[in-house]
């Protein structure tokens, strides 16, 4: 049996934190599905087909991680589609813990053939998130060793261009 994985997220931006974790998780399953989601209850700082772009470009060199996009569907539901019975979920703190386990339970109760797996973050990264790295790039912070380099790039980029 194949053994099929999404790691799901809204991944704006993806961090080294994320990436470690991708890293991590595709060398427990045969295939991990990146997927990157819209969360609605977020403001993006990138569109979805950037997210998509810059995802794609950070996990170039992992030969069993693909990535797709999606909005407005459960996590459970794409996960059916896409022939996933995991999914792969990093851990930095016991308040990330406890929210996943919330989540994960729901998870089950929708689709029972359908197990959350856990990751604990990388003690370097398990300080840093998405929301905290874009704080600090508003006011000109350093962030760039939590980031990927594609991800560094697209955000100069759009710094860049929002000058002009």
């Known amino acids: 049996m194949t053994r099929i994985a999404l790691f799901p997220g809204s ?16 060398k427990l399953f045969d295939e991990l599905i990146i997927g990157v989601f819209v969360n609605t209850n977020k403001k993006s700082y990138f569109t979805s087909e950037e997210k998509l772009a810059i995802v794609e ?5 992992l030969s069993n991680v ?8 459960l996590t459970v ?25 919330e989540i994960a339970l729901m ?10 797996v856990f990751l604990l973050a990388d003690p370097k990264y398990s300080h840093i998130s998405s929301s ?9 912070g350093d962030i760039k060793e ?3 380099e594609a991800v560094y790039r697209a955000l100069e980029e759009k710094r860049e261009n929002s000058e002009k």
């Open 132 to 140: 905290i790295l874009k704080e600090v790039w508003t006011f000109n």
């Open 146 to 148: 939590y980031l990927p």
């Open 11 to 26: 991944f704006d931006p993806l961090t080294m934190g994320h990436l470690d974790t991708i890293e991590r998780g595709a």
């Open 66 to 73: 693909r990535v797709v996009g999606q909005e407005n569907e």
């Open 57 to 61: 470009e950070s996990v170039k060199h």
């Open 77 to 101: 539901n794409v996960a059916e589609k896409l022939g996933a019975t995991f999914l792969l979920r990093g851990i930095r703190s016991v308040k990330d813990y406890e929210y996943e386990k």
């Open 107 to 116: 998870n089950h109760h929708l689709d029972q053939g359908l197990e959350s």
